[in-house]
């Protein structure tokens, strides 16, 4: 499903991922651990389409993602360390936003509650972003990366500032995306709780280039 072949990466001046390969099929999920500056954020940056390799290839479903970035991006959900929301709309007005821009979730919101009550964001729906903890705007974020049905999970450290019900909550979620034949590659400091079964773990160095 997901491949990388023979992948350099650079900022600035300086290579931080050399000669990567990876493969991910549908129904796995592949995670990415290393120390802080081995390259990670900019590993799953690249494989979004976000950061652009000095070398080599990431595929999608067999093909290069550049022959067809419209089609790769209908199948991508990417979630970085920034959220991406309007911190003084409601939850959500930035989830029926979401909608508009191709993530699917106004129905969702309007009609079937459950992965918001499940998130522990429900009660939260009419309250602005400002006005949520960290951990409260991840859930949020998760929860609008899950009613977004996308076939390609790439998280950069999905449970940053999640409580053990958040990340327990959020392990659930995984479980489900693998077991309907998704994919997932996610970076992270702590253990996933979710895809055990399932995972493949990548640990990268930090480079010395």
Not at 185 to 206: D, E, F, M, Q, Y
Request: proline share 3%.
């Amino acid at each position: 499903m997901l491949s990388a072949r023979q992948l350099d990466i650079m900022r600035g001046q300086r290579t931080i991922v050399a000669g990567v390969d990876l493969h991910v099929d549908g129904g796995a999920a592949l995670v990415i651990h290393g120390a802080n500056g081995s390259g990670k954020s900019s590993l799953i940056a690249a494989l979004a389409g976000l950061l652009p390799p000095v070398a080599g290839h990431v595929m999608w479903r067999g093909a290069d993602v550049r022959d067809d970035p419209a089609r790769f991006r209908r199948d991508l959900a990417y979630l970085g360390h920034a959220d991406g929301f309007n911190g003084d709309l409601s939850v959500a007005e930035n989830l029926r936003f979401a909608a508009l821009i191709g993530a699917h979730v106004a129905k969702a919101v309007q009609h079937d509650g459950d992965v918001l009550d499940q998130a522990g964001i429900l009660p939260l729906l009419h309250v602005s972003l400002n006005r949520l903890s960290q951990g409260q705007r991840r859930r949020v974020a998760l929860a609008r990366l899950v009613l977004a049905n996308k076939p390609l999970w790439l998280l950069d450290e999905p449970t940053d500032a999640l409580d053990d019900t958040g990340a327990t909550w959020f392990a659930s979620c995984i479980d489900d995306h693998l077991r309907a034949g998704g994919t997932l590659v996610a970076t992270t400091h702590r253990p996933l709780l979710g895809g055990s079964g399932h995972a493949r773990h990548l640990h990268l160095a930090r480079s010395a280039a």
